[in-house]
């Protein structure tokens, strides 16, 4: 029975990231940078209505383009073109055709000389437009609005009237937009002896799987590989429409073809975190226990669905998140419109959740004149979350620099906030792995897992070299291909839990079979090369897989949030973030710090900056770019301290998620009591806080 | 972008002819050309690179007046000492234009002769009145970023940080137009987006910015931007103020508003009550107050009239040092 | 980069661009530089090229790139289409992102929003360029040490523009550091680990202030 050794020299230690010389250095090659030989660039053609029916399209001039290869209807468009069924595009932005070219020019070219002809439909892209009785049906047989069953639990209606104070709140969050900084895309070669994809993807096994089936290939004759991929937070899953046709275009042009999407499709139909408008009623007893809780909630996935695989993308929350409360009443309503759909965005469900949740935390905690970490230590019901609390409050000074709403003096007021979060993670038990021990001593240990930046590789690394009494940079990891053992999709914050236990019991099977067959009894450390000579001129290759006991679910954290916000400009600036964090066993605390500061720039962005625009006169997305979808910059980015409780007991279980789930929370918290009254929608902009200060005038008459 | 043929102009004379005879544009730095040209918003058969030009990029120190050719960068006015002593508010204003990576080759007058940053006129798939359609989307729809004033129906606004710092110090432009130099004010640059809603200045094709002359005789300058993010961020209100301060009394003062207007808005009112005047809180209230009397909000930018004012008290006072 | 040599480089080798061309585009071709010569002949004018293919020379990292390249190719799509230099990576294509940054004369700018021919008879630097014989550059070692780069797509771009500071100044301070690198966006939330690095090689290191409790 395998188990994490006990003093262990790497394992929860800081370890560099092995692949790091291959980033800086501009060597690492992702699927934008394959270029197999004679491969060719490959581009698409989305639609420029938020809703039209296709009534005739032409290849014919594209094809005369000089350069072009290949020409290919998009899956979706082929597929109804087959049935006879209607061709209606349904969003700004969905995929209608590929070429392929030699060159980037060819390629433009030939996008701007398909003709299409097409009758423009009724559209309808705000949620609260889209509620109306009378908006224009996304789906013409049902309707905008989809309401689920409520859920309730105890008797919510009694229960309010026996609350010794009661809040009420409308807290809104926007559409969210992945954008990795390498956009979604494939290299793809599709020859009749298979196909081989170098995909930017979260899930190799995913993009071999829905080629396979896509295309009618046999799964034997789909080769995926990921060495490196430019970030993907939930939304690369899947060949996507986009690895389909560029499959499709290979075939035809008989030649690789290298289909990245730009940024501007990124921001249409790669994929995108719901929104969320969420009325909330809660209510405590007098001693500050929550008591009722009641949430009416809807949102936007777009269309609907997912494009790239991977759960979770509906606009619903898990309320009331990670408090227990007696009588409940959660209503959702899902609302469709003319937009790209929505897929899994770190932490499905959870920003938003935690962002609504723990505003209304506050409010009731101001309102009851208690102060919100006490409040939180009242009824938060984990114990791991409680001590956490305690060890942020300290280190963050929360108890001095607490003021009441809206009092520090002058002009720029600061104020402090905190949230809390949670996540599953645990391990895929399906994961395999395989170790190459060479008679020079050099080891290989290959897994079917991609490295998102993750630090995927040097987790693999840091276990083999703690086995095997080595140092990590003498291990040689090889992931990123279906050819090796199956391993996981990076997702769910998962991964971290289905690679270690895995690479632990490789490892050690190596160790000891290496031992048994060379007759060392101790193979590890300094008795290593001796070992491996001993294998004469045959490596020793071993298999092993994901064991039991080694890994748990169950991640958290919480995090504080200073802020100040000038109230004549309304700009904030945040100062300062503490984030205590919790995940079982911690592999390696360099790049697990990494993650955690990279949860929380994401959702201090989801805070301020970030919304998709839509424009309800045009139907399309206004800011399809980073001009106007506004990314954090090094100068945005505060001051941030991290507290890591290492818990060895519970095994490995994943970081990646609950990292950005409280901060938009904890900012939110922090303007409001900095200005003495709540901003409730996100992102918090500056004519918000304004606004909520009573400053901006009415528009003058039109 | 569409294809288009290049050629290098080696005088001005060939660089008008080239233009004129080929559906042709300048290019300078090309920051905001080949912006426009990768959206298909422009589509010019012919590029004319300007940069080999004689005389366009020096900063001249003259005694009375600097001259800043139209081909000096961005960074440079950022980086160069003698202007931050001398022009604060511009070299403040210089430092926040984009990031380094675009200061490096972002020339003073591609800055000033830059097209409107209005997502609708940007957007490849909207047809709107700047581009010869028949609507302003952003009056009736998302107009966070738009103007408070405006003189026709477009209401997109100048976003030139260099044009509010000039704005403020009295600057001149000089136009070579039809083979004559035709100095303007910056005012008289943008006219031309005041009056007509397709304009973005009052430029005509051919027209190439030469320099910019910019009179020494205020002593003191700043530049103050409210912007989203702290860095790499267009603004969405800037303030540009400068006046002579002789024994604590403002003299020849202007204070210039971008991102509010068409044309770096200045109230000549509020000019002329600062003349004489101390700096002092209700001093430059007042004067705020003014300058932004008959601001017209729109749904989503009124958020700017407070943020304006606390821009216009800051700048001023900041010209106290 | 040794491997410059356009001919080896998929479909946009001249080799097979001409091929695609056929012969009566490559008759075309020369027959338009002929009427260039005699339009410059007759007028004593400007030289016009394009809108096809003309030769263009890249010096990048000490080595010629002769490539056949559309006056309407940026820089960035000729060093990562046209040959192996992939370094410099796509990321917006608008000048928004820095993911393209390169040097050019030691400055640094959006390849992305750069004419490949205009760039011609200037000093081009790429990451490629940064680390002679495997040694990583002091700024590179600090990324590595660091961990100032998780996906790493970002980060090419960011040490060009750090590199080009240290060049000027060996000594910024935080708020130069952050000037500095504001044109580069980063996803996955490298930038405090990119200030930690920067701050050691401009002989400023801070400690990190993280804390770790074993057995919690």
């Not at chain 1, 046999?218 to 970030?231: A, C, H, L, W």
């Not at chain 1, 929104?275 to 929550?290: R, Y």
């Amino acid at each position: 029975m395998p188990s994490w050794p006990a003093n262990p020299k790497y394992i929860s230690h800081e370890t560099r990231r092995i692949d790091a010389p291959a980033k800086v250095t501009g060597s690492a090659r992702y699927a934008s940078d394959a270029n197999p030989g004679g491969w060719l660039y490959g581009m698409i053609l989305r639609s420029k209505w938020p809703a039209a029916k296709i009534n005739s399209i032409s290849f014919e001039k594209a094809r005369q383009i000089p350069g072009i290869k290949a020409v290919v209807l998009a899956p979706a468009i082929e597929e109804r073109q087959k049935n006879s069924s209607d061709l209606t595009l349904r969003y700004y932005g969905e995929e209608i055709a590929g070429v392929a070219g030699s060159t980037k020019q060819a390629c433009l070219d030939a996008l701007k000389a398909i003709e299409i002809d097409v009758t423009e439909l009724p559209f309808v892209v705000l949620e609260d437009d889209a509620k109306a009785d009378d908006a224009p049906k996304v789906w013409a047989d049902q309707p905008n609005t989809s309401p689920a069953k409520p859920k309730e639990s105890g008797d919510v209606d009694k229960a309010f009237s026996d609350c010794a104070a009661v809040i009420e709140g409308f807290y809104t969050t926007s559409v969210q937009i992945h954008h990795p900084m390498e956009t979604h895309g494939n290299t793809v070669s599709w020859t009749p002896d298979g196909i081989t994809c170098w995909a930017s993807t979260q899930g190799i096994t995913s993009v071999h799987d829905g080629l396979a089936s896509a295309l009618k290939v046999d799964q034997s004759k789909v080769r995926v590989i990921t060495e490196y991929m430019g970030g993907g937070f939930g939304a690369k899953f899947g060949p996507g429409p986009h690895g389909i046709i560029a499959a499709k275009l290979s075939r035809e042009a008989n030649a690789p073809v290298r289909l990245m999407l730009t940024r501007f499709d990124q921001a249409l139909a790669a994929g995108n975190r719901p929104s969320t408008f969420q009325k909330i009623k809660m209510g405590a007893k007098e001693d500050g226990t929550l008591h009722a809780f009641q949430l009416e909630n809807y949102g936007t996935s777009g269309i609907g669905g997912t494009s790239g695989g991977g759960g979770g993308a509906g606009s619903d929350v898990p309320a009331p998140y990670i408090y227990k409360v007696p009588n409940t009443r959660v209503n959702h309503t899902a609302i469709t419109t003319n937009a790209g759909p929505a897929t899994a965005f770190r932490a499905p469900r959870n920003p938003p959740a935690s962002f609504a949740m723990e505003s209304a935390m506050d409010d009731l905690a101001v309102k009851m004149n208690i102060d919100p970490v006490e409040f939180r230590l009242k009824n938060d019901p984990s114990e791991i979350r409680q001590r956490e609390y305690k060890i942020g409050a300290e280190k963050f000074g929360w108890k001095a620099k607490y003021k009441k709403p809206g009092s520090s003096p002058g002009v720029v007021k600061t104020g402090i906030g905190c949230a809390g979060s949670t996540w599953g993670g645990g391990g895929n038990r399906r994961t395999r792995g395989e170790a190459q021990v060479n008679p020079d001593g050099t080891i290989e240990v290959r897994l079917g897992v991609q490295d998102l930046g993750t630090g995927t590789r040097t987790v693999i690394a840091v276990i083999a070299a703690e086995v095997l009494g080595l140092t990590p940079e003498q291990i040689t990891v090889r992931i990123g291909d279906t050819n090796l053992p199956f391993g996981p999709g990076s997702g769910g914050s998962t991964t971290c839990a289905s690679i270690s236990p895995t690479v632990l019991d490789t490892c050690t099977k190596a160790l000891q079979q290496l031992q048994t067959q060379t007759g060392v009894p101790d193979a590890r450390g300094e008795n290593w090369f001796k070992a491996c000579k001993k294998l004469g001129v045959t490596p020793l290759v071993v298999q092993g897989q994901w064991q039991e006991g080694l890994s748990s679910s169950g991640a958290g954290g919480v995090q504080f949030a200073e802020v100040d916000v000038d109230t004549e400009t309304g700009l904030v600036t945040v100062k300062k973030i503490v984030a205590v964090h919790d995940c079982g066993l911690m592999i390696d605390t360099l790049t697990l710090e990494s993650q955690i500061n990279g949860g929380i720039i994401m959702g201090m962005g989801y805070a301020l900056y970030e919304e998709r625009v839509m424009d309800d006169l045009s139907g399309v997305v206004l800011n399809p770019n980073f001009e106007t979808y506004k990314l954090s910059t090094i100068s945005d980015v505060p001051d941030i301290e991290v507290v890591l409780l290492n818990m060895p007991e519970r095994g490995v279980i994943g970081i990646g998620e609950p990292a950005t789930i409280p901060t938009a929370a904890a900012i939110a918290n922090a303007i409001a009591n900095a200005l003495g009254v709540r901003v409730s929608s996100i992102p918090i902009t500056p004519a918000k806080v304004l606004t909520a200060l009573g400053k901006v005038p009415a528009p003058a008459k039109a | 972008m569409k294809a288009f043929q290049y050629a290098t102009a080696h005088s001005f004379d060939s660089a008008r002819q080239l233009v004129a005879d080929n559906n042709g544009a300048y290019i300078a730095g090309g920051n905001d050309l080949l912006g426009l040209l990768k959206e298909y918003l422009a589509s010019p058969d012919l590029l004319v690179n300007i940069k080999a030009l004689p005389g366009l990029n020096k900063i001249d120190r003259g005694s009375n007046t600097w001259t800043f050719g139209a081909l000096v960068t961005v960074a440079e006015i950022e980086n160069d000492p003698h202007v931050a002593k001398t022009f604060p508010g511009l070299q403040q204003a210089a430092a926040e234009v984009g990031s380094q990576q675009i200061r490096n080759v972002a020339s003073v007058g591609g800055n000033l002769a830059q097209h409107s940053r209005c997502w609708y006129f940007r957007h490849r798939d909207t047809h709107c009145l700047k581009k010869g359609g028949d609507l302003c989307y952003a009056r009736h729809g998302e107009n966070r970023y738009h103007s408070l004033f405006t003189g026709n129906t477009c209401i997109s606004p100048v976003v030139s940080n260099l044009a509010t710092a000039f704005a403020a110090l009295d600057a001149k432009v000089v136009v070579l137009r039809d083979g004559k130099e035709t100095p303007m004010t910056i005012a008289e640059l943008y006219q031309g987006a005041w009056e007509n809603p397709q304009a973005h200045n009052s430029l005509k094709p051919g027209d190439m910015i030469v320099r910019v002359e910019v009179p020494t005789i205020r002593n003191v300058s700043a530049y103050i931007q409210a912007s989203d993010k702290h860095a790499f961020d267009w603004a969405l209100v800037s303030c540009a103020a400068a006046a002579t301060i002789v024994d604590g009394e403002l003299s020849q003062p202007r204070v210039a508003l971008g991102c509010i207007s068409p044309v770096p808005y200045q109230v000549e009112a509020a000019n002329e009550f600062l003349q004489g005047k101390r700096l002092d809180d209700e001093t430059v209230a007042k004067a705020a107050d003014m300058i932004l009397k008959d601001a017209q909000p729109h749904e989503h930018n009124g958020y700017k009239v407070p943020m304006a004012h606390a821009l216009i008290r800051r700048t001023l006072l900041k010209l106290k040092g | 980069m040794k491997d410059t040599d356009p001919e080896v480089f998929g479909a946009h080798s001249r080799r097979t661009f001409l091929k695609s061309l056929g012969t009566a585009a490559v008759t075309a071709a020369a027959a338009q530089s002929q009427s260039v010569a005699a339009e410059l002949q007759k007028l004593n004018s400007e030289k016009v090229i394009g809108p096809n293919a003309v030769p263009v020379t890249l010096t990048v990292n000490g080595d010629k790139l002769k490539l056949m390249l559309e006056p309407r190719v940026t820089l960035l799509d000729a060093l990562r289409n046209y040959s192996s230099l992939t370094g410099a990576k796509e990321g917006c294509d608008r000048a928004t992102c820095g993911a393209c940054t390169v040097m050019i004369d030691d400055v640094p700018v959006y390849s992305c929003q750069k004419l490949a021919i205009e760039a011609q008879g200037h000093k081009i630097t790429t990451v490629e360029g940064l680390a002679k014989h495997g040694k990583l550059t002091k700024v590179q070692q600090a990324f590595v040490e660091k961990d100032a780069l998780m996906c790493g797509y970002c980060t090419p771009g960011f040490i060009m523009s750090l590199t080009a500071l240290f060049n000027r100044n060996a000594h910024p301070t935080a708020d130069e550091i952050k000037h500095a690198c504001a044109g580069n966006i980063c996803r996955c939330g490298t930038q405090p680990h990119i200030m930690q690095a920067a701050l050691q090689v401009a002989g400023n290191p801070i400690k990190s202030k993280t804390e770790l409790i074993n057995n919690a």
